[in-house]
């Protein structure tokens, strides 16, 4: 009786495993609030590139053929590793203003890649190789005029295809007034799946 019974638990128990499982396999992934950092892109002559994968900055010699490199920063201007600035797979889709949490899945198309735009500065115009879409991360506003984001959370498409989303969510330093250091907040999905989950 006593084995019969042992059977019989151990079947039970492989049951609610096995349909644990599936159903763990159907549920989406838990969000995450992934990482944060500064990145001083201060310079008005110098682009910073960013890696996804390194979490950090990294010197890149040849930025219109490396595929080191997810993102560059210049002050208010961002690009991808696409289009007219790089040969990567990179890209974006702004998502709106929703909660960063609140992404849990990239996007399977849509994503613009960069493009030469035209900008204003001092003594006439400039054409820069930007992502068009990152060109709303903020908006200026008072006088004198202060960069504000609109906090709207981005998809960002790496270099390699692989997906993070992404939250430009100051241009100041964290305790200074000093303009272009961007505070971002993000996290990358590095199996190349789209669901953006903490590891």
């Known amino acids: 009786m006593k084995k019969s019974f042992s059977i019989y ?27 944060e950092l500064v990145i001083d892109a201060s310079s008005k002559t110098i682009w910073v590139y ?10 890149v010699n040849d930025p219109d053929n490396s595929l080191e490199w997810d993102l560059g920063l210049k002050r208010y201007r961002f690009k991808t590793n696409s289009g007219t600035s790089g040969s990567g797979q990179g890209g ?30 001092h003594g006439g115009e400039k054409k820069y190789s930007v992502n068009p879409v990152l060109l709303g991360w903020e908006t200026m506003e008072g006088m004198p005029p202060t960069f504000v984001p609109t906090d709207s959370i981005y998809v960002v498409k790496a270099a390699d295809g692989k997906y993070a989303k992404a939250w430009f969510k100051s241009y100041y330093h964290p305790t200074e007034s000093t303009s272009g250091y961007i505070t971002l907040q993000y996290l990358y999905q590095p199996d190349g799946s789209r669901y953006l989950k903490e590891e």
């Open 9 to 35: 638990l151990m079947v039970i128990s492989l049951f609610f495993l096995v349909v644990g499982c599936e159903k763990d396999k159907d549920e989406p992934p838990t969000p995450g609030i992934g990482k």
């Open 50 to 59: 960013f890696s996804f994968s390194i979490g950090d900055t990294l010197t």
């Open 92 to 121: 974006v889709v702004n998502m709106g203003k929703v909660d960063f949490n609140s992404v849990i899945e990239a996007p399977e198309s849509g994503y613009a890649v960069d493009d030469s735009v035209t900008f204003q500065v």
